[in-house]
């Protein structure tokens, strides 16, 4: 009866993955136009909903929407969204086309557009400045180190780090890895890009603040005038706010979807914060991809190909976007999610091709998985005709969550019967012939307890040096919700089941 009782949550979870298994699988085996791939890998992988828009030579040649927003309102290509760290591809043809006009320089010191950034210090003073920029012999510990020689090239191609005290003069209350695309590659390299994500926020904030400076006006009015209304972007905006209809987010719970109506503040505009449609995300890369003979005065035809050429020699970022090449062929992309919402951009610049797929739905699953599958599904379509069926991301999620609520059930019954558990530990001490049974089920117990209750407090430090940056829990729950929920739940109920187990040991010896 005992060994039934420990197999029983392993059967539980054997049948609900054969369950899921065996399900019929909806949709073709192969895709060959890209409405039947949006339509049906939209169920497959239980997406609350997105909006697409595809275009090749200069011309949208693709378009449409499906699903609902957060809110369940059916979404269109005009449904505002926001962009989340998308937005920087319209910071940096923003900055871009000022240093087109010359009027900021990408190799000049950042402190020349910045007068407030701390500067270097004279060799006399001490090393630190305090936040205003003032030396003094004996700053307080608080102040902040003063950065080497940081460039404007160096704040759009983030590759180094700086001082953290400074990113809070710059910082809101959108933080680490929320709006960021996580590198596989970082788990087999931890530490590689330590902080990045943080770094990338705070870069093209201060950008941001640059361009206000030189321009003289906002950010927002500065995006404006330059490039959205000569491109026809008539329902961009980096102050969400005075948009109407404003999708709704929502965040994922294994295979099901929750509101989250959360707004992001307008200082992280220019990383994380503009809020678009696709219909002007796709005039905006039908620009880039093919620029017409006759192009905007800021961003000149003739020109628009430096956006997405590095700027670095040997680097893999360009003006806001992240460049990859292999075999010839380049692919340049941006994505990530924010605030319940994702979105990925990709542009295959040598076929004059690219495709925006905007979602009113965050976290790591869709940003990172789920986004990227179709991005690259749609790139088989358009250019070899046919993609094959998308791995099922949703059953496996189901599959991870009736595996963890199964064992977090176990935990609370083992809990409910802590008293006959410790009354069979101390019979089986009284009569066995082992006389330390007792000290070594109690130290085992004691050991899973101190174990438990470490793992609750550094979780977010160990998941984030796996990943190479800096988690809170709060960025766990927004990356995956469902999985950091129920690890917690897991790790809390087993302390509690350690520790009843402990006192019941405990009374039952003195008994």
């Not at 080497?148 to 003069?169: F, G, K, S």
């Not at 969550?401 to 101390?426: C, D, E, M, R």
């Amino acid at each position: 009866m005992r060994w039934l009782k420990r197999l029983l949550p392993l059967f539980v979870i054997i049948a609900a993955c054969a369950i899921i298994l065996y399900l019929p699988d909806l949709g073709p085996e192969r895709y060959t136009d890209l409405a039947a791939l949006f339509k049906h890998e939209r169920t497959r992988q239980s997406t609350v909903g997105y909006s697409v828009a595809v275009c090749r030579n200069g011309s949208i040649i693709y378009q449409e929407s499906f699903g609902t927003d957060g809110a369940g309102e059916k979404l269109s290509k005009g449904t505002p969204m926001y962009l989340g760290p998308s937005s920087e591809v319209l910071t940096g043809a923003l900055l871009y086309s000022f240093s087109l006009q010359g009027k900021i320089n990408l190799d000049e010191d950042i402190r020349s557009y910045l007068p407030e950034y701390p500067g270097k210090p004279d060799a006399r003073q001490q090393k630190n400045l305090k936040i205003d920029g003032q030396p003094g012999p004996a700053a307080p510990s608080s102040a902040l180190a003063a950065p080497a020689t940081i460039t404007v090239r160096d704040m759009a191609d983030p590759t180094m780090l700086p001082n953290e005290d400074l990113a809070r003069e710059f910082s809101t209350k959108i933080s680490g890895y929320e709006a960021y695309e996580v590198d596989p590659s970082n788990i087999l390299n931890p530490g590689r890009h330590q902080g990045n994500a943080t770094h990338n926020r705070f870069a093209y904030r201060v950008l941001g603040v640059v361009m206000e400076s030189v321009g003289v006006d906002s950010f927002d009015g500065l995006l404006q005038s330059r490039i959205l209304r000569p491109l026809g972007m008539r329902n961009t905006t980096a102050v969400p706010e005075s948009v109407e209809g404003l999708a709704v987010g929502s965040g994922r719970f294994f295979s099901f979807q929750f509101p989250n109506n959360s707004r992001i503040p307008n200082a992280a505009a220019p990383a994380d914060g503009i809020a678009t449609t696709s219909d002007d995300m796709a005039k905006f890369l039908a620009y880039i991809t093919a620029p017409p003979s006759k192009g905007i005065a800021s961003l000149p035809s003739s020109s628009v190909t430096g956006l997405y050429q590095p700027l670095k020699k040997g680097g893999s970022r360009g003006f806001g976007w992240k460049i990859n090449e292999a075999n010839g062929n380049r692919t340049v992309y941006q994505g990530g999610s924010v605030e319940g919402f994702s979105s990925r951009i990709v542009i295959w610049p040598e076929r004059n091709a690219g495709i925006v797929v905007l979602a009113p739905q965050g976290g790591i699953v869709e940003s990172s998985i789920i986004l990227p599958m179709l991005t690259q599904a749609a790139e088989k379509i358009l250019f070899t005709g046919s993609s094959s069926k998308l791995f099922p991301v949703s059953r496996v999620l189901l599959l991870i969550g009736i595996a963890l609520g199964v064992y977090i059930l176990t935990l609370f019954s083992q809990t409910s019967t802590a008293h006959s558990w410790a009354k069979a530990a101390v019979e089986r001490q009284e009569t066995g012939t082992n006389i330390y049974f007792h000290q070594l089920i109690t130290a085992r117990t004691t050991f899973g307890l101190i174990l438990r209750v470490l793992l609750i407090f550094l979780a977010p430090t160990l998941i984030g040096a796996i990943f190479g940056g800096s988690l809170t829990y709060h960025d766990l729950m927004v990356l995956e919700p469902g999985t950091s929920a129920f690890l917690a739940i897991a790790l809390l109920a087993g302390a509690l089941r350690n520790t009843t187990r402990l006192v019941w040991l405990r009374r039952t010896k003195q008994e």
